[in-house]
């Protein structure tokens, strides 16, 4: 069989499409990053406790309580200041089970707790090839982060002066005190 000059063009170009697309099976550096991160967290069975010698990877590397409570709310936030343990050792099982970095490890976490409901509907809509919520970075924009405060602070300042109103004799400390009385002559 003799080959023309185009018939070795044509086999030139396949042969180039097909080496050139040979890196797809190829790791890539992205894969190499999780299977190292994989390694990061590790379960001790005599301890029964998720550890890490990373130090990238250990509690506080990341965002503290304040950055959860801008992320997703008071629920993590309580639970990182009131549980602290039971956070970090849940957030180190899910950088191990998802080979992700603490950052976004603590993102998912504080998801889960403000709404375990919609993160998990959310995790299989990303299994069926949705878009991958970022929960890192979620609400961290500057004006979310303004408006947040803002917020914030009015309810603080609500309840405070709620709480003081009562507490010096205010329109909830007549109430009370009438209620104790009236509590008090029927008895």
Same mark, same amino acid.
Request: aromatic share 12%; proline share 5%; net charge neutral.
């Given at each position: 069989?003799? +080959? $023309?000059?185009?018939?070795?063009?044509?086999?030139?170009?396949?042969?180039?499409?097909?080496?050139? &697309?040979?890196?797809?099976?190829?790791?890539?550096? $992205?894969?190499?990053?999780? =299977?190292?991160?994989? *390694?990061?967290? %590790?379960?001790? /069975? $005599? @301890?029964? %406790?998720?550890? =890490?010698?990373?130090?990238?990877?250990?509690? !506080?590397?990341?965002?503290?309580?304040?950055? &959860?409570?801008?992320?997703? !709310?008071?629920?993590?936030?309580?639970? %990182?200041?009131?549980?602290?343990? @039971?956070?970090?050792?849940?957030? +180190?099982?899910?950088?191990?089970?998802? !080979?992700?970095?603490?950052?976004?490890?603590?993102?998912?976490?504080?998801?889960?707790?403000?709404?375990?409901?919609?993160?998990?509907?959310? /995790?299989?809509?990303?299994?069926?090839?949705?878009?991958?919520?970022?929960?890192?970075?979620?609400?961290?924009?500057?004006?979310?982060? @303004?408006?947040? @405060?803002?917020?914030?602070?009015? #309810? #603080?300042?609500?309840?405070?002066?709620?709480?003081?109103?009562?507490?010096?004799? !205010?329109?909830?400390?007549?109430?009370?005190?009438? =209620? *104790?009385?009236?509590? &008090?002559? $029927?008895?």
């Amino acid at each position: 069989m003799k +080959l $023309s000059s185009r018939n070795m063009l044509l086999l030139a170009a396949a042969i180039m499409a097909i080496a050139s &697309s040979t890196h797809a099976f190829a790791p890539t550096a $992205s894969s190499r990053r999780v =299977t190292e991160l994989y *390694m990061a967290p %590790r379960f001790d /069975k $005599s @301890t029964q %406790r998720w550890y =890490t010698d990373d130090p990238a990877e250990q509690a !506080g590397a990341s965002y503290g309580p304040v950055g &959860s409570l801008y992320r997703a !709310g008071p629920k993590p936030f309580l639970q %990182r200041i009131f549980n602290p343990d @039971t956070y970090d050792q849940a957030v +180190l099982k899910y950088m191990a089970q998802d !080979g992700c970095d603490r950052k976004e490890a603590q993102g998912n976490m504080d998801a889960f707790l403000e709404n375990p409901q919609d993160w998990a509907y959310q /995790k299989t809509c990303e299994q069926n090839g949705a878009f991958k919520k970022d929960y890192a970075n979620a609400n961290m924009s500057p004006k979310q982060v @303004t408006l947040s @405060t803002i917020w914030g602070l009015g #309810v #603080v300042y609500f309840f405070g002066s709620l709480a003081y109103n009562g507490i010096q004799g !205010g329109m909830l400390s007549d109430s009370f005190h009438r =209620t *104790m009385e009236l509590l &008090s002559g $029927s008895a």
